[in-house]
């Protein structure tokens, strides 16, 4: 590589954290800049737990960079050709940038502004006043029947035993989890009191009430949206390729097409299916998309060709408030096996992934490694036998 490499990396989640690390622990020479609204290192994987106010969900990002990147508080408003331009007139020059803008809590039926939900820190912030003003007998309805409806209504039914908790699922709760998975998450639920109602979708949400596409209703205090996710618009507002959800397309090496410094990681991003058919937005798939796209920039710095993306699934985790849990093994395309731990061994286990995240994506990042992909793993057990 001739003279410095300027590498921008546009947000410090698990994807924008890791992959600034590894390039830093790569490219001594390289100068790694990061770009984020805060200087702070948000634990999305814990802002269930920020919510219902058993824990915190933040720590220094100063503690969680490579020494050696230089982190700038802003917010980016445009990428143009080989710059980044921040909303207070700043313009950063790149000689590679990576996209790791993360996702949010979005969506929803009607009325959704009168919900509340754990997507952000500012999501999780309001929800966590909210909860702290309710009476006791309050009620309090979570929509959305996956992990992260299941772990919010858990942790708030521990937290706040005198409020009446329900959740409220459109489809099976926990569907993601083996039949085994599904029935100790629903058994937990139902030891902490949370009523469960499955099969019925919200139709519209009002500031003391739930309305179910079957004509029912449910009254709520709090109403909390736990559905899809949402990605910034940036990449649209910059003019690159997005997908039907403002995703980022790219490559299977995690380059955008038409713009080879621009490599795109995490959850706001949209690898080809032949790659990432499989991945989900979740900490478990960005934290090896960050390191795969540093892995990419370092081969571009280099005048290689970047490998194809190839990433493979091992667990879920589910918390069921501070004392119990579930594990999910599943297979490398993250669909269930018929195995899981429950209770307080998952519990210990979930927990202990959580504080395992910060040091794999942390200074160290450059010995981090992950599974292959679904079709490498075939591959690879076909060639052993």
């Known amino acids: 590589m001739n003279g410095t490499r ?19 622990a790569g490219r001594p020479e390289a100068t790694v800049t990061v770009v984020n609204p805060r200087d702070e290192f948000v634990e999305r994987v814990r802002l269930h737990q920020y919510a219902a106010d058993s824990g915190d969900a933040t720590v220094p990002l100063a503690g969680v960079l490579h020494p050696d990147v230089v982190l700038r508080v802003g917010t980016a408003d445009r990428i143009e050709d080989r710059q980044l331009l921040l909303t207070d007139g700043e313009v950063i020059d790149f000689d590679h940038l ?13 009325g959704a502004e009168h919900a509340f939900a754990v997507g952000d820190l500012e999501d999780a912030e309001r929800l966590r006043t909210r909860l702290r003003d309710l009476d006791a007998g309050a009620s309090v309805v979570v929509i959305g029947g996956g992990l992260t409806g299941v772990e919010t209504a858990a942790e708030i039914a521990e937290q706040r035993p005198d409020l009446r908790v329900r959740l409220v699922s459109s489809g099976p709760v926990a569907a993601s989890l083996a039949p085994r998975g599904r029935r100790a998450v629903t058994r937990a639920l139902a030891r902490l009191g949370v009523r469960i109602r ?16 079957d004509g029912t209703e449910c009254a709520s ?46 959850d706001a991003v949209a690898p080809p299916d032949s790659v990432a058919g499989h991945i989900r937005m979740s900490c478990q798939a960005a934290i090896p998309l960050g390191a795969h796209g540093a892995d990419t920039v370092l081969a571009l710095l280099d005048g290689r060709d970047p490998e194809p993306l190839s990433m493979g699934f091992l667990l879920q985790c589910v918390s069921l408030g501070r004392r119990a849990g579930v594990v999910q093994f ?31 994506i942390g200074p160290g990042a450059g010995g981090y490694r992950w599974l292959r992909g679904p079709r490498r793993a075939r591959a690879e057990q076909g060639a052993m036998v």
């Not at 996209?99 to 039926?109: D, E, H, L, N, R």
């Not at 499955?198 to 596409?213: N, Y």
């Not at 899981?340 to 927990?351: D, F, I, M, P, Y």
Request: with cysteine; charged share 25%.
């Open 198 to 213: 499955e099969g019925a979708r919200a139709t519209r949400i009002e500031a003391d009430r739930v309305l179910l596409d």
């Open 221 to 266: 205090a709090v109403a909390v949206w736990a559905g899809e996710f949402r990605v910034p618009d940036l990449a649209r507002r910059s003019g690159l390729p997005v997908d039907t959800q403002g995703r980022l397309r790219t490559d299977g090496a995690l380059v955008v097409p038409g713009h080879p410094t621009i490599v795109g990681v995490g």
């Open 6 to 24: 300027r590498v921008v990396v546009v947000g410090a989640g698990y994807a924008g954290v890791m992959a600034a690390n590894r390039i830093a």
């Open 98 to 110: 990576i996209y790791a803008v993360g996702s949010s809590t979005g969506g929803g039926p009607d």
């Open 330 to 360: 599943v297979r490398t395309d993250d669909s269930p096996r018929r195995w899981a731990l429950r209770g307080r061994t998952g519990a210990r286990v979930k927990e202990q992934v959580c504080r395992t995240t910060l040091r794999w």
